[in-house]
């Protein structure tokens, strides 16, 4: 049985500029819908970029109706002041999900990049390459902010989760698996 369609919006905080990232999913495939950024470098007032991300987030969300939400989480730096503002913005994204009954699931940077490139330290343009590549964007659609692709990615990596199973096992190799798994083995 083939599953529904499934739309999911990805975020990608900023206070300056916030991706988003919009993708269909319909059984194992996924397409890109809409990318794009809310740029708040002309706005000087913390609190008026607040508002701003809210009111832009929920517009995305009533143009899309996405099923879910997947948004990148801060990455921990040195400066304590940008991270107070990035947690901030990313807060009232979820703020606006909330509002509109949006489920959010959260998904650290080298999370992001190990679904799409397999490697963590993968640069934002190693990430846009790929993208570009598995949801075949045409060039003239990539446009010239990573943020909007980070956002994407996020959406993809949500993506990637769906339906895998959990495991509160880890294992190094099939040799370890085997070996944790007895009862799991056919034998003849």
């Known amino acids: 049985m083939e599953k ?86 990313q807060g009232v994204a979820i703020a606006a999900a909330i509002h509109h009954g949006v489920p959010i699931h959260e998904y650290a940077p080298l999370k992001i990049k190990m679904a799409i490139t397999g490697q963590g330290k993968a640069s934002k343009e190693q990430v846009a390459g790929m993208l570009q590549k598995i949801l075949h964007i045409p060039d003239d659609q990539m446009g010239g902010f990573m943020d909007a692709t980070d956002a994407l990615g996020a959406a993809y990596c949500h993506f990637m989760q769906i339906d895998k199973p959990v495991s509160d096992k880890n294992y190094n190799g099939w040799k370890d698996f085997v070996n944790k798994n007895q009862d799991r083995l056919c034998k003849k």
């Open 4 to 89: 529904a369609e499934k739309i999911i919006l990805g975020i990608d905080p900023g206070t300056n500029i916030m991706g988003y990232g919009v993708i269909k999913v319909k059984g194992n495939k996924a397409e890109m819908v809409a990318m794009g950024i809310i740029d708040l470098r002309k706005m000087g007032d913390a609190y008026i970029k607040l508002g701003h991300i809210f009111e832009r987030v929920t517009g995305i969300i009533n143009e899309y109706l996405p099923d879910e939400m997947a948004i990148e989480a801060p990455f921990f730096g040195k400066n304590v002041q940008s991270m107070l503002k990035l947690g901030r913005a």
